[in-house]
Antibody
């Protein structure tokens, strides 16, 4: 059973970058697909992007293309999501999740709160 | 992108009530529809996958139905611990999109 543990809360200034980690255990990391979803205040859930570690290539929601990079470190079974050019609109909980079967998400990491404020 | 529309956006019901939440897709997504429960301060949890399959560990009072563009999540008998926000998600094609969420309040 895959378990996902994310890095802690972050506070960043507008215009800066952040890197959030998601460490997997209990499953076959390389052949998994890990996805990132965010939940901004008063907003719904929003898919950010995904990666298959064994292939190393990521796909992103067009909205975030150019500002987000997802990479995988097979040696440590960790996926990283880096967001650049942060604005207050990026303030949100960011979740990683394991993609299963017909692209449903289970389980999810505990979430990482990113606050962007001057 | 596929648009997912849930209704209602909020509801209030008594323990023991039957609760129904609907989700409509902007195009045919066959049975590529999943439901999640999110409680305050917690990560979302998968309840139903592929429209009607109950996730292991999810209570049997939850059920899902539908195909094509119209889907339903039903709680057969509301429990106090079911107070949460419920989201549908299409997994037909990226970018995978979610409904706006339905907040269920226990009276």
């Amino acid at each position: 059973q895959v378990q996902l543990v994310q890095s802690g809360a972050e506070v960043k200034k507008p215009g800066s970058s952040v890197k959030v980690s998601c460490k997997a255990s209990g499953g076959i990391f390389s052949s998994s697909t890990i996805t990132w979803v965010r939940h901004a205040p008063r907003q719904g859930l929003e898919w950010v992007g995904s990666i298959v570690p064994i292939f190393g290539t990521a796909k992103y929601a067009q909205k975030f293309q150019g500002r987000v990079t997802i990479i995988a470190d097979e040696a440590t079974s960790t996926v990283y999501m880096e967001f650049s050019s942060l604005t207050s609109d990026d303030t949100a909980f960011y979740y990683c999740a394991n993609v299963v079967g017909g692209d449903w998400f289970d389980p999810w990491g505990q979430g990482t709160l990113l606050t962007v404020s001057s | 992108d596929i648009q997912m529309t849930q209704s209602p956006l909020s509801l209030s019901a008594f323990v023991g009530d039957r609760v129904t939440i609907t989700c409509r897709a902007s195009q045919n997504i066959d049975k590529y529809l999943n439901w999640y429960q999110r409680k305050p301060g917690e990560a979302p949890k998968l309840l139903i996958y592929a429209a009607s399959n109950l996730q292991s560990g999810a209570p049997s009072r939850f059920s899902g139905s539908g195909s094509g563009t119209d889907f339903t999540l039903t709680i057969s008998s509301l429990h106090p611990e079911d107070g949460a926000t419920y989201y549908c998600q299409e997994s037909h094609s990226a970018p995978w999109t979610f409904g706006q969420g339905t907040k269920v309040e226990i009276k």
